[in-house]
């Protein structure tokens, strides 16, 4: 798989509401990977070949231009040969203000075609012109272009941005916590979640707790339960649970093999076969 960041800081919009771009493609044989849960959606441009989404139903095929994210545990993607894709990666709450429907109507498991929460003609143009850019800079341009297009900054709900900044960014991991800083009840804050970010704060919460996790460098099994205590968890049982629901494996399995966690640092996935190995 060959995983390439965009550079998308140079354009203001992007900038401020994209948390990545970047092109990712395999070889002439088929590729599965492990989708990591990180409390982010993206738009997924196919530019060649297909994209499958293990579910419970199977394989499900993907359509080119599809939203996908917000999971909360690790997902397996396949992509044919050849395949190539342009991600663009939003904070949800973002993202909700280029849709037409609220975020509790897009599939965790599956991806949702993009032609159900735009308009037809935006997205038919954002395919064609990526398909056509032969350069970052030209891609850039034409993805600031889709954003200044689509954008309603007037719905933009400043409670939900703020409750976002203190999770992911002041580790504030309690729900009655978020409500009173905000000046909200429990139950309003969990309403404007539903509506703008499309999973409970609690939810939220867990998803970058396990990210924060997946960065860390562990180097003997004692500092587990150091780092359970710095995630705020009430003891390492609780962390140790969480995190294999997440990721289908156990802390101590992920932090002790280089190659997994070496995978993980570099493309923010892991290659399905070194996975396999220790889920086996």
Partial sequence: ??????????????????TDVYDLSCGNKEFIYCCVPNGELGITVILEGDCHIKTDKGWQKQSKVHLYGLIDKVQLLKMSPNYREISLGFYPHYLQLFLKDSLHSTYKTNGTDLLDLFKKEEVNKLY??????????????????????????????????????????ENIYKVDELSSMLNVTSTTLRTLFNQHVGVSPKDLIKIHRIKKALDYQLTCEESLTQMAYQLKYFDQAHF???????????????FLDNQLSSDFSNFQHWRYDSFENIIK
């Fill in 1 to 18: 798989m060959n995983f390439r960041l965009i550079n998308h800081k140079t354009k203001r919009l992007s900038a401020k509401y994209l």
């Fill in 128 to 169: 064609e012109n990526l398909c056509q850019c032969k350069n970052d800079k030209t891609l850039m341009d034409k993805i600031e272009e889709f954003l200044k297009v689509n954008l309603h900054t007037d719905e933009l709900d400043k409670r939900v941005a703020a409750a976002h900044h203190l999770i992911s960014k």
């Fill in 240 to 254: 140790s649970k969480d995190f294999k629901d997440a990721t289908g494996i156990s802390p101590k399995q992920y």
